[in-house]
């Protein structure tokens, strides 16, 4: 069974940090990129933040560019959203999302390019 496992989200304030993490099947997570994407109320998905299979390279929306890091711990399974300076806009639903892929160096923007999501973790921010 694959598993992804969001955690991490609440209620803060405006310029508060936050740290989701995304726990997955091991088997699933050693072979895919990785990826958060967001939905706002109202709004469609968007993607927020990416990373390869290595970990080596990081790609990121540009409303989350330079507050936000996506990071992963091969030997915990696990993918990391660090933010910070938060905004209200950052209001959403978090859902973490992995690609097989044999590729190490590739990300992947396109939510159609991910086999398994997680459920979200919800996040407010308040002005």
């Known amino acids: 069974q694959v598993q992804l496992v969001e955690s991490g989200g609440g209620l803060v304030q405006a310029g508060d940090s936050l740290t989701l993490s995304c726990v997955v099947t091991?088997?699933?997570?050693?072979?895919?990129?990785m990826a958060w994407f967001r939905r706002a109320p109202g709004k469609e998905r968007e993607f927020a933040a990416a990373i390869s299979r290595s970990g080596r390279t990081t790609d990121y929306a540009d409303s989350v560019e330079g507050r936000f890091t996506i990071s992963r711990d091969n030997a915990k399974s696990t993918v990391y959203l660090q933010m910070s300076d938060l905004k209200p806009e950052d209001t959403a639903v978090y859902f973490c999302?992995?690609?097989?892929?044999?590729?190490?160096?590739?990300?992947?923007?396109?939510?159609?390019?991910?086999?398994?999501w997680g459920q979200g973790t919800q996040v407010t921010v308040s002005a």
């Open positions: 091991r088997r699933i997570f050693e072979r895919s990129a």
């Open positions: 999302a992995a690609k097989n892929t044999i590729l190490t160096a590739p990300m992947y923007r396109d939510a159609s390019d991910y086999n398994y």
